[in-house]
C-alpha cells in the first residue's frame, strides 16, 4: 500500500514506523527539516520537507499513485486542506484526518466532511479517544487497559496478577474444567516486558499482565478472579482542564451523579470557562504540583488521580506526588513513549498514550480485509483484532481444533446474532461470524488474508 503521512511528530512518526515495519510503501511530509532527517535516518521512509496542503509537495511524495492520505499535522486547517487537495486533483482513494478542535465536530455539523463538501473519509479526533479511554478505565478499576469490540459485548481487559490471584500457577486448560460457566479466555500474556501467545499447558505468574476477552455480563466476575475487586472511584481529582479533561468532568457529572470531581486547571482564563461550563465539579486554579493546592482539592481522601495536562512530566510529577499524599490510585497521560517504560518503578498505577490510541484508529482503516476494529498493544508488539468472517476465509467451517492457525494468533471470543461465543476446540466460525482476536505483530499480515475476499492465504 502507498501512503502519504502529513505531518512527522509523535503521531506520524509512529504511524509510518508501523505501516513501514509492514513494508508499506510510506511517503512523510512536514514544514520541519530537522524531523524529516530523523525520519529519514531511523525509518524505511521518505521524506520530503514541506507544507502537507500544497499541491507541489503533495505531488512530489506520489499523491498520484497513493492509495490512501493520513493528514497528522498539529493544525486542524492544514489536515483538512491536504485531504482536499489530494481529493481535487490526485483522486486518493481513502483520506483521514486529524481533527482536534470540537467546533468541527458538534453533531449539528456532521455533515460537514462528507463527499459533497470536504470529502474526508474518516476523523480522527484524539481528545475524544482518549476522553472516552479515561473513562473506561475510570469505569473498571484494577485494568491497564480495556478495549470493547463486538458492539460492546466483549471486552478485552489487560489484568495484572497479583501474588494473591486465585488463578496464577494453574494450567489456563484447567481454567474450563473450575469455572465452566465463565465466558472469559486468556488471550495473551505479558511476563517480564515480552508478550506471548499462551498454551493451554501454560500458567500465568504474580506479575504477569493478561490480555482477557470477557462477555459484557461478566466483566466484574472475570476481575475478581485474578483478584481484582476494587471499588469504582467516588472522589476524583482531574489535573488539566482542556478538551479532554472538560470531557471527562462532564461526562462523570451526567453518568456518575455520587462522584465528586474536583479539576485542577493552571490558566485563569480557561479555570473560568470550564467552571461555567461544569454543575457540580469544583474547579481550582493553580499548579497539579503545588501541594497546598492537592491539599485544598483534598487529595490525601481521594480515590484517584488522573492527569490529563499537555505535559507529560507535569502528569507523571503530580501522580506520584498525589500517591505520596494519600490518593489511592492514579492515572497518567504519556504522550512520550519513551517515558511509558519509567512509568511503573515511579509509582504510576495506569497510563494512557494518545499516540497509541490515534495508531489503532489508523490502523484500522489501513488494515485489508473485513476488519472492524484494531487496538495496539504494548507498543506495537500486537493488536487486538475484530473481523467478519466471510463465505471464503480459511477459517470457516472446521472445529477450531482442526485449523492450522499461525503461532502468534488466539481467538477470545465469537459474535454471531447477538451472542458471544466462547471459542473451544468444537466450535466452528460461520460466514457473518464476527471473531475478536489477538495477533502479533509478525502474524496481522496473515490475519488479514484470512479475512480478505480472496482465498490467497500464506
Known sequence: MRVIICGAGQVGYGIAERLAAEDNDISVIDTSAELIEVIRDTLDVRGFVGHG????????????????????TLYDEVNIVACEVAHALFNVPT??????????????????????????????????????????????????????????????????CLEDCPVINTPLFQLTDLFPDLVATVMAIVRNDKLFIPHSTDQMFSGD?????????????????????????????????????????????????????????????????????????????????????????????ADLMVSLTNDDQVNMLAGVMAKRMGCKSNLVLINNPDYLDLSKSLGIDA??????????????????????????????????????????????????????????LRIGAIYRNGEVIKPDGNVRIKPKDRVVLFATAETVKQVEQMFRVSLEFF
Open 351 to 408: 497510563h494512557i498514550s494518545p499516540r497509541s490510541v490515534t495508531i489503532s484508529r489508523v490502523l484500522q482503516h489501513v488494515r485489508r480485509g473485513r476488519i472492524r476494529a484494531v487496538h495496539s498493544v504494548q507498543k506495537g508488539q500486537a493488536e487486538i483484532i475484530e473481523a467478519e468472517a466471510l463465505e471464503t476465509s480459511p477459517m470457516v467451517g472446521a472445529p477450531l481444533r482442526e485449523l492450522d492457525l499461525p503461532a502468534g
Open 95 to 160: 483520506k483521514i484526518a486529524r481533527i482536534r478542535a470540537q467546533a468541527y465536530l458538534q453533531s449539528h455539523y456532521q455533515d460537514l466532511f462528507s463527499r459533497d463538501h470536504m470529502p474526508i473519509d474518516v476523523i480522527i479526533s484524539p481528545e475524544l479517544e482518549v476522553g472516552e479511554m479515561v473513562l473506561r478505565r475510570i469505569a473498571l478499576p484494577g485494568v491497564s487497559d480495556v478495549v470493547r469490540f463486538a458492539d460492546e459485548n466483549v471486552a478485552v481487559l489487560a489484568i495484572e
Open 209 to 301: 499482565i493478561a490480555y482477557v476477552a470477557s462477555i459484557k455480563s461478566q466483566i466484574h466476575r472475570t476481575l475478581a478472579l485474578f483478584g481484582h475487586e476494587e471499588p469504582e472511584a467516588t472522589r476524583i481529582v482531574i489535573a488539566g482542564g482542556g478538551n479532554i479533561g472538560l470531557h471527562v468532568a462532564q461526562t462523570i457529572e451526567a453518568k456518575q451523579p455520587k462522584t465528586k470531581v474536583k479539576l485542577i486547571e493552571p490558566n485563569l482564563k480557561r479555570a473560568n470557562t470550564i467552571a461555567d461550563e461544569l454543575r457540580r465539579s469544583l474547579v481550582l486554579h493553580g499548579s497539579a504540583l503545588d501541594q497546598k493546592l492537592l491539599y485544598e482539592a483534598e487529595i490525601q481522601d
Open 53 to 72: 496542503a500544497h499541491p507541489d509537495v503533495l505531488a512530489a511524495a506520489g499523491a498520484d499513485q497513493a492509495d490512501m492520505i493520513i493528514a497528522a
